[in-house]
């Protein structure tokens, strides 16, 4: 009965490829979110979308281009991949109006 | 300057001590204030979550915001080796983004 749940668990791959990551909550919730985590643990938001439209588009390359094909998905796409794009992704999920976000277990990508 | 501050630690301690993390922050509009626990190669699990000034209790945590002073605390009463995590406090402002912001988190080792 997982809340959150992402695919790949973990990503390995060689730069200038094109990886998608898959996000899907279970919650009901209405908005979903792209964070990153860098190597010394700090969350930054790259993106939210709110009942499928784009609220929040945080400075990230457009390389990065998220997608939400209802409101209980969310996937990011990242193109032509660089070594500085290694990092844990976290998807997470909140109810409209309240400030409880559910997380998601990660994507550990290693760009190589 | 970050907009929340958060010392990395380790903070290493003994079963059974009474933990005292906590978080400084800038900016005046943060209403909304959470803590998260994070087990190594885990996603951040939501562990309390506080409106304004004042205190929350759950079990062996005690979550307080001292919004003149812009502070924040989680205190853990008992501490258990099962509490060895890194802790990060979450915030946001009402309204508008609900992006969170983070701080970079404490890293807790609970000695048996």
């Known amino acids: 009965d997982t809340a959150v749940s992402q695919t790949p668990k973990y990503l390995v791959t060689q730069m200038g490829n094109d990886k998608s990551i898959k996000c899907e909550q279970n919650l009901g919730h209405d908005t979903m979110y792209w964070y990153k985590q860098d190597s010394k643990k700090f969350l930054k938001i790259m993106f939210s979308y709110n009942n499928k439209e784009l609220i929040i588009n945080e400075t990230v390359p457009n390389r990065f281009s998220p997608k939400s094909p209802d409101k209980a998905h969310l996937n990011l796409h990242i193109n032509s991949l660089e070594l500085g794009d290694s990092a844990v992704y976290f998807c997470?999920?909140?109810?409209?109006?309240?400030?409880?976000?559910?997380f998601g277990p990660g994507t550990r990508l290693t760009v190589t | 300057q970050k907009e929340v501050e958060q010392d990395p630690g380790p903070l290493s301690v003994p079963e059974g001590a009474i933990v005292s993390l906590n978080c400084t922050y800038s900016n005046s509009a943060f209403q909304y204030f959470m803590w998260y626990r994070q087990y190594s190669r885990k996603g951040p699990e939501l562990l309390m979550y506080?409106?304004?000034?004042g205190n929350k209790e759950d079990g062996r945590f005690t979550a307080q915001v001292d919004k003149s002073s812009k502070y924040i605390s989680l205190f853990i009463r008992d501490s258990q080796p099962s509490d060895s995590a890194t802790y990060l406090c979450a915030m946001r402002a009402q309204g508008g983004r609900r992006a969170l912001t983070f701080g970079s988190g404490t890293r807790l080792q609970v000695q048996p």
């Open positions: 997470a999920s909140s109810r409209q109006a309240l400030g409880e976000q559910y």
């Open positions: 506080t409106y304004s000034s």
